[in-house]
């Protein structure tokens, strides 16, 4: 998923066909139930919009449009290019006498957001696509940027330009090949004048002003390929539309457990934890990162370390979990010269039971990160949360009771800092206790603070605490 692999980003390019005949039970999914808050326009544009579009009816007829599309779009047994699917939902809306203006179609999309028919993630790769489109079709031929550098010589020695731009002799078709797909086939594959691959923009910009002058493709494509070079979507994309079907499709909620009871009242009233920015100035939030750095396997993955810490806590809503039990086989020499056998058997007190989850979660964290799939990663405990929120293990109420146990270890810092950081000070891990009924939250928040506190206590003993067996 991350643009940094050139073969897994060429994979994430390709064909959406193992999606293909996705059942509109399955299409719905991509309804949001997961971020609260609207991050990606302004209060007072969502305002607008919803005056703009006041018909509830007419509001699901055009998520019904949209779901139609993304079904037939995938079913289509061809390359399933991304700026083919910007085209065929625009033509759909026109079909349904939308208004699909530049300003009009960005606004459906803005309905689909505040009425929750997408997610702020999809609403991003739409409106990339959407602008792609638009500029593709309004640029104009330019030949004021063909001045080259001087030191290029190396670079055409060591880059086959005609092979390197094979790609678009001829504009891709958006059915047998895609615009995108090319693109960034020839951004991966650039070698600078050490012969290493690099894909530093200004090796690409040199390039294909050689291959526009050695007649590889013409102005118009010369344009475009600027266009994408400089202003597109495309090259500050983290992941792309075939990915986030996948994550949608075969990890949100997923996980959630057979005997749920919380039920989401009113969206915009539950805890806004992965719709919080990473950091205080950043653009991305706590999903979109979970969205960048993972693929849906991964999601999974990450999600069972939660489910299998509540099993053993005894806190998942499935699972009837026995106390935990320490036996140890002792033969002794007895003063007859015979040996006797006795198994002496410890059964955990509750703060034990608890605190042996709780390390076994860090211990398999380690694990699961020495693991093939996850090298290059680096797993944090909020990541294992958002994992288990996206696929449904944990609920709006978890995350809300997380940030509510706060206050009884650290009640002295703001609910913006307990929010947007888990910053958590306490005198140490023995301090914290929660009695029974413990719930799945327990096992989240005190998984953070155990990470939290292992980076700043690195002496073990200052954490010692007599009433607890395991520490």
């Not at 920015?277 to 370390?305: C, G, N």
């Not at 039990?325 to 010269?337: D, M």
Request: aromatic share 10%; glycine share 4%.
């Amino acid at each position: 998923m991350r643009l940094q692999l050139i073969p897994l980003l060429i994979t994430g390019l390709m064909s959406l066909t193992a999606l293909a005949t996705v059942p509109m039970e399955t299409i719905e999914k991509l309804k949001n139930d997961k971020e609260v808050v609207v991050s990606v326009f302004s209060k007072k544009d969502q305002k607008a919009i919803q005056s703009k579009f006041s018909s509830t009816q007419e509001n699901k007829k055009i998520a019904s449009i949209l779901y139609t599309t993304i079904q037939n779009f995938l079913d289509q047994d061809d390359e399933q290019c991304e700026l083919r699917f910007i085209d065929q939902l625009k033509k759909n809306f026109q079909s349904a006498k939308l208004d699909t203006s530049e300003e009009g179609l960005q606004d459906l999309f803005k309905m689909l957001r505040v009425t929750h028919a997408i997610d702020d993630i999809f609403y991003q790769i739409l409106t990339g696509l959407h602008q792609d489109q638009i500029e593709f079709g309004d640029l104009k031929l330019d030949k004021k940027r063909l001045n080259l550098g001087l030191k290029h010589k190396k670079l055409v020695k060591n880059n086959d330009v005609k092979e390197l731009f094979s790609g678009f002799t001829e504009w891709p078709d958006e059915t047998s090949r895609c615009v995108y797909q090319e693109f960034i086939f020839v951004k991966n594959n650039i070698k600078n004048k050490d012969n290493k691959f690099s894909d530093k923009n200004k090796f690409l910009k040199q390039l294909i002003k050689i291959a526009y002058k050695e007649k590889v493709f013409d102005l118009a494509t010369f344009n475009k390929l600027e266009y994408l070079r400089t202003k597109s979507f495309v090259t500050k994309r983290n992941f792309w539309l075939k990915d986030y079907f996948k994550i949608i499709f075969n990890a949100k909620n997923k996980m959630r457990p057979i005997k749920a009871t919380y039920v989401v009242k009113n969206l915009e009233e539950e805890d806004g934890f992965t719709s919080e920015r990473i950091r205080r100035f950043s653009r991305m939030t706590r999903r979109q990162l979970l969205y960048k750095k993972y693929d849906e396997t991964q999601i999974i993955l990450l999600s069972q370390i939660i489910q299998r810490a509540s099993r053993r806590m005894g806190v998942d809503p499935d699972t009837v979990s026995g106390r935990p039990v320490i036996s140890q086989e002792f033969n002794t020499l007895n003063e007859n010269g015979e040996r006797e056998t006795y198994v002496e058997r410890i059964e955990l007190d509750p703060q034990s039971q608890f605190n042996l989850a709780r390390r076994l979660l860090r211990k398999e964290m380690v694990e699961t990160q020495m693991m093939e799939t996850f090298i290059g990663l680096e797993i944090t405990y909020e990541d294992l949360v958002a994992a288990a929120f996206e696929t449904g293990y944990i609920t709006f109420e978890d995350l809300e009771y997380v940030v509510k146990y706060d206050d009884l270890w650290n009640p002295n810092i703001s609910s913006f800092e307990r929010i947007i950081g888990f910053t958590f000070n306490v005198a140490g891990i023995g301090s914290i206790f929660l009695p029974p009924p413990w719930n799945i939250t327990a096992t989240i928040a005190l998984g953070v603070v155990e990470g939290l506190i292992l980076n700043t206590r690195k002496n073990g003993a200052e954490n010692d605490n007599p009433a607890t067996f395991i520490e």
